[in-house]
């Protein structure tokens, strides 16, 4: 399936079907308006590949996910929404495992992030970057 047909884009959000490729879309979406802004794209280009996986992996349903600045200082906030219940949860450090490390690389990264219930139900899952 090409990238093109798999989204669609607005402004500031990115509907993407639940595939595999969905984090790469997720990346480039990123990386462009953290350019377009100015910014470096690093840190929102991880973020937006570790939420859309997530999402990916054990949510349900579209995943959408909205770039925007806060409104306080301008930072760039990456938001990822799905229909699943289930919510994230940060793991305990475990150098054994080969999984579970996103949201602990998440949090590294971000001045905060958390998860709040959108009115349409299910989850959104938000990251405001620390640039």
Do not use: C
């Not at 929102?44 to 570790?50: D, F, I, K, N």
């Not at 009115?119 to 970057?129: I, R």
């Amino acid at each position: 399936m090409k990238a093109t047909t798999m989204f669609t884009e607005t402004s500031d959000t990115l509907v993407l079907e639940p595939t595999s490729q969905a984090p790469e879309a997720a990346q480039r979406f990123v990386s462009a308006h953290m350019k377009m802004w100015g910014l470096d794209d690093f840190d929102g280009r991880l973020v937006a590949s570790e939420l859309v996986t997530n999402a990916f992996l054990h949510g349900a349903g579209a995943i959408v996910v909205r770039l925007f600045r806060e409104e306080t200082k301008g930072l760039p906030t990456v938001e990822v929404s799905d229909q699943g219940a289930r919510l994230p949860t940060l793991r305990q450090e475990n150098y054994a495992a080969t999984s579970g490390r996103g949201l602990l690389m998440v949090a590294a990264v971000s001045a905060a992030w958390g998860v709040r219930p959108p009115p349409a139900g299910g989850k959104s899952v938000w990251a405001l970057l620390a640039i």
